[in-house]
């Protein structure tokens, strides 16, 4: 049978642990001690400036849905004049030329407003003459005619005095030229259909309505 500790046993024992217990706190310190000196003497980020970026190549005439932005975080310095921010509304805004992928969009990027009135949607299509579209600014108001390739067919008219909105440079030596308009859905509809059989061709008019 062991004998209990004496006093002088467990006077030592509680010295032992609080000796290490001391260790112990003193370690925790130290670490903490560097970890915050070393935090107060790196530097502090570089601010940056949310703003919105094309996710993707887009086209000129096009109009920006929600996955074709997101945000871009840059140095104050190098944010262009003009840039668009998080939360800025382009459910109305057109695209005036293309845009590549990771571009910020700034509004010179855009058609001034109302480039699209409401009730409206921006309507892209082909003619055959790129010579044409030359002679087009943006904001004129053209007629829209669908032709026939052949000889006993007339030229229907398929819109009258709708506006240009875009006029996007080429991305590839394609044939022809891309206008963009601003018109109804009802006519968007007979222009789809036009364009299927026939060929689009338009006349500039001093319709100002």
Same mark, same amino acid.
């Given at each position: 049978?062991?004998?209990?500790? =004496?006093?002088?046993?467990?006077?030592?024992?509680? +010295?032992?642990?609080?000796?290490?217990?001391?260790?112990?706190? *003193? !370690?925790? *310190?130290?670490?903490?001690? @560097?970890?915050?000196?070393?935090?107060?003497? =790196?530097?502090?980020?570089?601010?940056?400036?949310? @703003?919105?970026?094309? *996710?993707?190549?887009?086209? %000129? !005439?096009?109009?920006?849905?929600? !996955?074709?932005? #997101?945000?871009?975080?840059?140095?104050? $310095?190098?944010?262009?004049?003009?840039?668009?921010?998080? !939360?800025?509304?382009?459910?109305? #805004?057109?695209?005036?030329?293309?845009?590549?992928? %990771?571009?910020?969009?700034?509004?010179?990027?855009?058609?001034?407003?109302?480039?699209? /009135?409401?009730?409206?949607?921006?309507?892209?299509?082909? &003619?055959?003459?790129?010579? &044409?579209?030359?002679? +087009? #600014?943006? %904001?004129?108001?053209?007629?829209?005619?669908?032709?026939?390739?052949?000889?006993?067919?007339?030229? %229907? +008219?398929? $819109?009258?005095?709708? /506006?240009?909105?875009?006029? /996007?440079?080429?991305?590839?030596?394609?044939?022809?030229?891309?206008?963009?308009?601003?018109?109804?859905?009802?006519?968007?509809? #007979?222009? $789809?259909?036009?364009? *299927?059989?026939?060929?689009?061709?338009?006349?500039?008019?001093?319709?100002?309505?």
């Amino acid at each position: 049978m062991t004998n209990p500790p =004496s006093l002088r046993d467990l006077f030592r024992h509680l +010295l032992q642990a609080a000796r290490w217990h001391r260790r112990l706190l *003193a !370690g925790v *310190a130290a670490a903490a001690a @560097v970890y915050f000196a070393l935090h107060a003497l =790196s530097p502090a980020p570089p601010p940056t400036v949310a @703003v919105l970026a094309a *996710a993707r190549d887009l086209a %000129g !005439g096009a109009v920006p849905e929600r !996955g074709d932005v #997101r945000t871009l975080e840059l140095p104050p $310095a190098v944010v262009p004049t003009g840039a668009l921010r998080p !939360g800025a509304d382009l459910t109305s #805004r057109v695209l005036s030329g293309p845009v590549r992928a %990771g571009e910020p969009l700034t509004d010179a990027r855009f058609l001034g407003p109302p480039a699209v /009135p409401d009730g409206s949607l921006a309507y892209p299509f082909r &003619i055959d003459d790129a010579d &044409i579209s030359a002679l +087009l #600014r943006v %904001g004129d108001r053209v007629n829209l005619y669908a032709a026939t390739s052949t000889a006993s067919g007339t030229a %229907g +008219l398929l $819109a009258r005095s709708v /506006p240009v909105v875009a006029l /996007p440079t080429p991305r590839t030596a394609s044939a022809g030229a891309l206008i963009v308009v601003a018109t109804s859905p009802e006519t968007a509809t #007979r222009l $789809a259909q036009a364009t *299927a059989n026939s060929r689009i061709t338009v006349a500039l008019t001093p319709d100002t309505s």
